[in-house]
């Protein structure tokens, strides 16, 4: 399944907004399925395929169906073919705090004065790594805020640091990465170089 951004009312352009809440509105409000609209949808999402944002807003305004219970059935039928019964636990590294961005929320968002600014080197990388080791971790996510400097590039090179630390009989058999959205290319580069 492939992510088509070309297909979207506005264009996927690095650190620019990509969602288009007037299109969601549009959908949302002038969408009112019937029961076999609504069972079509969830028989798609059962096949493991990818849901249009019509189709999501069907799921959304579902409710005078009386659908629920099977929406929530697919749900869990559709997590079970997936994940099945598996729990899997990573520890976050932090390896930079900037970001260009301001959700309320966050520590890293820019309008946070107090917040010290500061992005890992490459030798500080390691020997955070080489703690995670000792501690036992296999499995790590590797957090950047959304900036420039942390380009797809960049973050390929933390990965490569990441995976080449093995200390003792330790080693970081998975990466996970927390980062701004990717282009097409980006995530392409990150696949054939982290
Ligand atoms: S790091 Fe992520 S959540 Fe925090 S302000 Fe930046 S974009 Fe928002």
Redesign the pocket.
Known sequence: MRFSPEKLNIPDQRMKPFIDPEEIWMLIKNTRPDKVRVREVISKSLDKKRLSLGETAVLVNSVGTGLADEIKQGARELKEKIYGNRIVLFAPLYVG?K?????Q??????SNRDAIRKTLTDDEIIKEVEALEDNGQKRLILV???HPDYSPEYIAHTVKIVYGVKKGHGEIRRVNINA?PLSIEGSELLENRG
């Open positions: 705090n970001c260009t961005n301001n959700c929320y966050c520590g890293f968002r820019v950047y805020g959304e701004a």
